[in-house]
Nanobody
Framework: QVQLVESGGGLVQAGGSLRLSCAASGRTTMHYNMGWFRQAPGKERTFVATINWSGDITYYADSVKGRFTISRDNAKNTVNLQMNSLKPEDTAVYYC?????????????????WGQGTQVTVSS
């Protein structure tokens, strides 16, 4: 089995920054592609960013491109999401996810394991 635990969420003013981390444990977790998704109240869960197992391929949602950066440290079994220039519309619960299939993906149904989520609130 695979366990994912997110941390780093919180309350920040618009224009501020937060760094989310996802600690992975279990079977060979760092040979898989990882992603971040978010879900705002009353809305569907949406794709934010993804990174392949070696860390040299990344994709971002248009809404966060240029502001967010996904990275991974396979030695520490962690995946991070650096969020800069935060906006009130970034407010959501952020989820880390692991994909067992090959290649990166942006659909939530492509990911097999999920963390419990961490709340990010951006005040105006």
């Amino acid at each position: 089995q695979v366990q994912l635990v997110e941390s780093g969420g919180g309350l920040v003013q618009a224009g501020g920054s937060l760094r989310l981390s996802c600690a992975a444990s279990g079977r060979t977790t760092m040979h898989y592609n990882m992603g971040w998704f978010r879900q705002a109240p009353g809305k569907e869960r949406t794709f934010v960013a993804t990174i392949n197992w070696s860390g040299d391929i990344t994709y971002y949602a248009d809404s966060v491109k240029g502001r967010f950066t996904i990275s991974r440290d396979n030695a520490k079994n962690t995946v991070n999401l650096q969020m800069n220039s935060l906006k009130p519309e970034d407010t959501a619960v952020y989820y880390c996810a692991l994909r067992t299939g090959s290649g990166v993906a942006m659909g939530s149904n492509e990911y097999s394991y999920w963390g419990q989520g961490t709340q990010v609130t951006v005040s105006s």
